[in-house]
């Protein structure tokens, strides 16, 4: 789907599924289908947890040739989300940032940058602008 | 080959068994510090390991070690994941592209450099890497097996001491002091069976 839109695309990566679908659910209000969005939340078993291999499906689905940024949760969330990209490979995973930014206002504010068509680099920078 | 393929799925059952038997006492202990799963974070990666064993043991080494990190990054499902996906995925890719002088603690080193890159990680801020660089350092002594595994669970032990700085366990700050490092913890288990297998099956 995404290769038709030229926005940069959000992945949302919670321990909790309920977390990380409800900020999906936020930012879909807030930006409808224009930005490609997908989350991935708990375990391979959907517990409490993070999913390398759930990750990488993500990003795959909320692929954009303008790149995805994505939002992590606590610490196994973001060293998950490395080795996601990582097997991602390249050239595609120098595309791909992680957000140093609050999970619900970063990923909010972020698909509401990219839904304006700002690069992935202005979409991360304003993110990270809420951080203290 | 053929000893290859025994010595793996040996290494693997070892593991396997060693870890369901401290699945319990490693929750406890990620409990007093962190979110209370890595027994059973650790018990699911070494099963999904084990499911895949008969595959691995038929590999070169350096092929099944780096598929066996790539099983653990999928099944763990926590910080552990990448951390010993990373150390065992970086083995099999140094073992495969080593000079032949090149001998297994400096594999072993480089691997484990990776795995502190992973984790954003030093010595003595109370992860398994403060149980991996003793061992590496016993290695490289060429210290008898029996006291690389004795190593490992008095630097398991060394990390009670310690403050975390990296993890779930840092939020706590000074209260993650007097409580042994789960990672460390289940590191130090993997290395002594590691070794007691080593050593039953392959007596120096």
Redo the contacts between chains.
Sequence with gaps: MSEKTANVGIVIVS?SPLVAQGIADMVRQMVGDCVPLAWSGG???G???????GILRAIEAAWSDAGVAIFVD???AE??S??AIEMLGSPRSKFVSICNAPLVEGAVIAAAEASGGASLAKVVATAEELSP | MQGESVLVAGLIEACRVTIAANRDHLCELDREIGDGDHGTNMQRGCEAVSAEEKDLARLPLPDALEKIGLTLVMNIGGAAGPLYGTLLMEMGRKLRNRDREEEFPVVLKQAIDAVARRGRAHAGDKTLLDVLYPVHDALAQRSPLTDVARRAELSADLTAPMKAMRGRASYLGDRSIGHVDPGASSCALLTTAICRYLQENYPE
């Design positions: 321990h375990n391979v078993r517990e409490l947890g993070t999913d390398a291999g606590l610490g196994g060293t998950n490395e080795m």
